[in-house]
């Protein structure tokens, strides 16, 4: 199990490097106040889960141990907007319409809502921090 943790973790730091990199390169690249990096990041990161989970269900090309380090590592690391894509996907393909839009509706909706909590918070009950 300890392999497991490491090729997961050395995986995550590879996504998480990865993602750095690639939003300091994109940023670079486009001046604009809409966020094209993060955009571009999360919509390639679920291009390759979703590869990774096609050669996984139809192949098995990949040992175990390589997919969840590029799936749960890298993918997990670069972004978890794939694996929350890839998971939302599977609820649909097993017909749980009414599951998958509620995960989608409340994902979005609540971590939104999550986030600007937190700000609020912070804003509001810690005075000497400015946001």
């Given at each position: 199990m300890l392999k497991v943790f490491l090729l997961i973790g050395i995986g995550g730091f590879l996504g998480s490097t990865a993602r750095f990199a690639t939003q300091k390169f994109i940023s670079a690249q486009f001046q604009s106040?809409?966020?094209y990096?993060?955009?571009f990041i999360n919509i390639f990161g679920c291009f390759l889960i979703?590869?990774?989970a096609a050669l996984m269900e139809k192949t098995k090309i990949?040992?175990?141990?390589?997919?969840?380090?590029?799936?749960v590592g890298f993918c997990g690391g670069f972004?978890?907007?794939?694996?929350?894509a890839l998971e939302s996907v599977?609820?649909?393909?097993?017909?749980?319409?009414?599951?998958?839009s509620a995960y989608v509706t409340l994902s979005v909706f609540l971590g939104f809502l999550?986030?600007?909590l937190g700000i609020f918070l912070v804003k509001?009950?810690?005075?000497?921090?400015?946001?």
């Open positions: 106040t809409f966020p990096a993060t955009f979703g590869i990774l990949l040992p175990t141990e390589v997919h969840r380090f590029l799936s972004t978890t907007f794939s694996t929350f599977n609820l649909m393909k097993n017909g749980k319409f009414l599951e998958t999550a986030t600007f509001n009950f810690f005075k000497e921090i400015n946001y």
